[in-house]
């Protein structure tokens, strides 16, 4: 479950592009925190402030039309991509 002012979204990804996936989030000060939950299946979770989710559904979406994440999950709304 999400912290309270907090959005989930569960990802997945190759594994080996987890690295990428973290630096890229990284350069967008305080968007999101990443989590590994499987690094062997590929599934992360990232966590967002509920002022900030609209922006990290935008980039999880442009990530995902380039082909570095498979599929995105925001927890709760069984929306993504």
């Given at each position: ?15 080996r592009r987890i690295s990428l996936f973290r630096f890229l ?48 999950l925001r927890e709760g709304s069984g929306h993504g991509g």
């Amino acid at each position: 479950m999400a912290d309270e002012g907090m959005i989930l979204f569960h990802c997945r990804l190759r594994p080996r592009r987890i690295s990428l996936f973290r630096f890229l989030l990284e350069g967008y000060d305080g968007l999101a925190t990443l989590s590994t939950e499987s690094a062997a299946l590929g599934l992360v979770a990232c966590r967002t402030p509920v002022a900030r989710g609209r922006e990290a559904a935008a980039l999880l979406g442009c990530l995902c039309r380039r082909g570095i994440l498979s599929s995105y999950l925001r927890e709760g709304s069984g929306h993504g991509g």
